[in-house]
């Protein structure tokens, strides 16, 4: 079992910056590819980033290309989002999530399905 936790939420004016980090409670994170998801009110879940086990591959959904930043730090276990050029529309509860490491396709990463193991979320709110 995996657990997950997420942070660095909060509120943000348009055009600012944070920073998430996920927080696993397991010693190998390296056995997984992460992701990052949001999800807004009356949406469904929506893909943004992944990383592969050893974060030598990455792949970003086109939205968010060029303004966000996903990593990660196995030996803390943590992996982060850096969010740039924050706009209203960014507005969300934003999850990470872990699925057993594979072959690292873009296509099965996006599918929330792939993932086994799921955080709570922290909300980002962003004002214009």
């Known amino acids: 079992q995996v657990q997950l936790v997420e942070s660095g939420g909060g509120l943000v004016q348009a055009g600012g910056s944070l920073r998430l980090a996920c927080a696993a409670s397991?010693?190998?994170?390296?056995?997984?590819?992460m992701g990052w998801f949001r999800q807004a009110p009356g949406k469904e879940r929506w893909f943004l980033a992944a990383?592969?086990?050893?974060?030598?591959?990455?792949h970003y959904a086109d939205s968010v290309k060029g303004r966000f930043t996903i990593s990660r730090d196995n030996a803390n276990s943590t992996v982060y989002l850096q969010m740039n050029s924050l706009n209203p529309e960014d507005t969300a509860v934003y999850y990470c999530?872990?699925?057993?490491?594979?072959?690292?396709?873009?296509?099965?990463?996006?599918?929330?399905?792939?993932?086994?193991?799921w955080g709570q979320g922290t909300q980002v709110t962003v004002s214009s």
């Open positions: 999530a872990a699925a057993p490491f594979g072959t690292f396709d873009s296509t099965r990463l996006r599918q929330p399905r792939q993932y086994e193991y």
């Open positions: 397991v010693r190998t994170l390296s056995s997984y590819d």
């Open positions: 990383i592969s086990w050893s974060g030598r591959s990455t």
